[in-house]
């Protein structure tokens, strides 16, 4: 008996079929203009400057740049970011990043850019070619642009990976250390995330201070008058290693010299022959011995002879069963001693740790009399017991809005999240490299120079832009 086709399924199928052909219809005639454009003459232009964007060869990928200006502007542009910006080839990089430069002043350029960091910051995917394109805007001297830039790196900050991206900035900016990119980091010094965000305003200072160039001592004298602790101390300690002047933290005296000195600066860094400096500015004939003293005496107080600049701090006390006795006693007569010199509007906080962590303060507090004398009553008790949580420590440390770690102990990690030194150093660098924080090291009897505990305080502090100081008593 022949059997009847189920009508369902042949319904079902007819419909399939007409829903297929639609959609190849559709596909076509969505097709037609780009495969119109693909062979206009602009198209083939297009593809043409693209396949050599990719070659292998240098010298074609430099002449598709060039052919670039040939190309409507919203073209060229993505064809520069896409394929240039994003090229794994250096040389493409940075001729494409010098193409997108000389439309900085573009205002329909500049409008494309702005949107596609805006889509970036949107879906949270800022990466290297997102900096690069926000180095091209700060170059802009067009007002619009400043402030549409301005605007996306305040909101950039308040976004995971934003602080991130904007220490790169800085670093990038100060890498290439040209003209226009000093002038950049100038620029960047002036939006309300440098003001606000301590981690940027260090990475700006600290990009300028690569080059010697009279661009950016003008930037960082003009800076250091605006700006205080820690930040304001790198700037006083550079200008006082390339000068030789004595004139720490005084920023009225530093735009005096530097404005008596500037000429000579610029004939130096900018001669002909280069003779006397370096690509990025840097002198290389011999300069006059630092006077570093004025510099340390003009911090507001020191720990075991560590200057305090910072306007945020963290103490952070070993109280180990091993720091018991004339060294736990010790410790805290200099602590309080540190505490009691902080000058008023600066924000501090205690942190003891053992075999667990436990913090004065739940926030920084003011160092106000009051909250001096409360600093006290909390150490003051504080005895010595259990293990050495080192890492824990400063993962509680790191956890606050501070400038500076003063991080005091008197043996080698024993317990806690992570007990092995190396691994120590490299995760707490890690976790710092968006934060910038000075982490100050003192050991408290850490054996000769060179012992492996010696060399874990010192190379905690070398990675994160702080002293270690050695105390043997």
């Not at 896409?82 to 573009?106: I, K, M, N, V, W």
């Not at 700060?138 to 904007?166: F, H, K, N």
């Not at 043996?411 to 934060?435: E, F, K, Y």
Request: include cysteine; aromatic fraction near 6%; proline fraction near 5%.
């Amino acid at each position: 008996m022949r059997s009847v086709p189920d009508r369902r399924c042949t319904a079902r199928t007819c419909w399939l079929l007409a829903l297929a052909a639609g959609l190849r219809l559709s596909a076509a005639r969505g097709a037609a203009p780009y495969a119109a454009e693909a062979k206009s003459p602009a198209g083939r232009m297009r593809g043409t400057i693209l396949r050599q964007l990719k070659s292998s060869k240098p010298r074609v990928r430099a002449a598709a740049v060039a052919k670039v200006d040939d190309l409507p502007a919203a073209t060229a542009v993505k064809l520069l970011v896409e394929y240039g910006l994003a090229s794994p080839f250096t040389d493409l990089r940075h001729a494409s990043y010098a193409a997108l430069l000389a439309r900085a002043d573009d205002q329909d350029v500049c409008d494309m850019l702005l949107e596609r960091v805006k889509k970036s910051l949107s879906k949270q995917t800022a990466d290297e070619l997102t900096c690069g394109i926000l180095c091209v805007l700060l170059s802009s001297e067009l007002e619009p642009v400043r402030l549409g830039t301005g605007e996306l790196l305040d909101a950039a900050v308040r976004q995971p990976g934003g602080r991130a991206l904007l220490v790169t900035l800085a670093g990038e900016l100060g890498l290439e250390a040209d003209s226009t990119s000093l002038a950049s980091l100038w620029k960047l010094s002036k939006l309300t995330v440098f003001e606000q965000v301590f981690a940027v305003s260090r990475a700006v200072v600290r990009a300028l201070s690569r080059s010697e160039r009279p661009e950016a001592i003008d930037a960082l004298v003009e800076i250091l008058g605006r700006v205080d602790g820690e930040v304001k101390a790198d700037i006083a300690r550079y200008l006082t290693t390339i000068s030789g002047e004595p004139h720490a933290l005084d920023a009225a005296q530093w735009r005096s010299w530097w404005q008596t000195n500037r000429a000579t600066q610029a004939a130096s860094s900018t001669g002909a022959d280069h003779s006397t400096s370096d690509p990025a500015g840097r002198l290389l004939l011999p300069r006059p011995a630092p006077v570093y003293a004025p510099l340390y005496a003009a911090a507001p107080t020191k720990y075991y002879g560590l200057p305090i600049y910072a306007q945020r701090m963290m103490f952070v006390i070993d109280t180990s069963g091993s720091m018991s006795g004339l060294r736990l006693d010790a410790a805290k007569r200099e602590l309080l001693f540190a505490i009691a010199g902080l000058p008023p509007g600066v924000w501090f906080n205690v942190l003891v740790f053992n075999g667990g962590v436990a913090a004065w303060s739940d926030t920084l507090q003011v160092a106000s009399p009051e909250n001096k004398a409360l600093a006290a009553a909390f150490v003051l008790p504080q005895f010595a017991i259990g293990n050495t949580c080192t890492h824990d420590a400063l993962l509680a440390a790191m956890a606050f809005d501070v400038e500076a770690i003063y991080f005091l102990t008197d043996g080698q990690p024993c317990g806690g999240s992570l007990s092995d030194p190396t691994a120590i150093v490299a995760a707490i660098t890690m976790l710092n490299q968006d934060r910038l924080v000075s982490i100050n090291t003192l050991g408290i009897g850490t054996d000769l120079p060179g012992s492996a505990f010696d060399i874990f305080l010192f190379s905690l502090a070398a990675a994160n832009h702080g002293q270690y100081r050695r105390v043997d008593h």
